[in-house]
């Protein structure tokens, strides 16, 4: 089932609106003809994903952090937390502002949401389910996360703002929703953030070596940014509330070996690989089992990981300015045209 727009127009508040999801989001809202409030303060934002929406007459730009005392001038009907850092290197480099992001933000939020009679939604992670134990991952899981380890101010801080939002919504103070988001790609993507995907592309058109940590043979499942989108706004307009979290992601599961070599074949790329010790807490592996979204939302992703990644491809290589080169043969089939055969990759 397709996202169905709302049919009257609401004012909404984005925060981390200028991130690479969240400004996605920010479009796609505008796009149903709802005013939007976009609070970022540019930790790890971009001002460039959000430039093209700075003269629209339904779009305002907040320069604030949801840790600071935030006032809301008017009315809002949604409130969308998409505020922290999500990649590992940017969201370690301060922990403390991490941990605090997801907690004392997120209950501001949540205060805000009250005041106004708001629905809420909390940007969760699937790094709440640590390195997991059970395969595929399942709403009902309950994680093994370190809590003292580097990840922790990310992950335990992720939980405690589900804990907060149920917290509240139990209490009927705030009708809140709570989406478990899994490795997503696309388009906005920053060059340096530290992400897989974004980090092999890069490295790729570079020509610089693709780091592969471990062995390679851990996986992860990968959702192109215009399926996450659709899956946030139908689990925001989903009514009733469905009380529980709900996992967004793409079931097909890859090993970063796979990932890599896909990313060699459709850049052209002639890099090498080089292999780097596995990170401390590093999941082995990683897949959503997305039955819930299915049956409550009537969702699944619906753009495979050929067609995304060309996509991102494209977009690194216009902010590096590098010129496509041939792409190469695929291994195991006699032709280039591979990459667009139906099915290919999926």
Known sequence: MMHMPTKRSLTILVTGGAGFVGSHLCDALLAEGHTVTCLDSFLTG???????LMNHPRFTLVDADICDDYIHHGHLDRIYNL???????????????????????????????ERNGARFLQASTSEVYGDPE?????EAYHGNVSCIGPRACYDEGKRAAETLSF?????????ARVARIFNTYG????RDDGRIVSNLIVQALSGQDLTIHGTGRQTRSFCYVSDLVRGLQSLMELRPN???PV??????????LELAEQVLAMTGSRSSLSFKPLPQDDPRRRRPDISAAERLLGWRPGVPLHQGLQATIEYFQMQLDVTPPRRRRHPTGPSEDWLH???AAE
Request: charged share 15%.
């Open 83 to 113: 505020a922290c850092a999500a990649s590992p290197a940017r969201y370690q480099a301060d922990p403390i502002h991490t941990m605090m992001t997801c907690v004392q933000g997120t209950l501001q939020l949540l205060a805000l949401a």
């Open 46 to 52: 971009s001002r460039a994903n959000i430039a093209p």
């Open 187 to 190: 388009p906005r993507m920053q």
């Open 167 to 175: 917290d509240m919504h139990r209490q009927g103070r705030v009708d």
């Open 134 to 138: 059970e395969h595929p991952q399942h």
């Open 341 to 343: 055969h139906p099915g």
């Open 247 to 256: 996992n967004l992601g793409n079931p097909d599961e890859y090993q970063i």
């Open 242 to 244: 469905p009380g529980q």
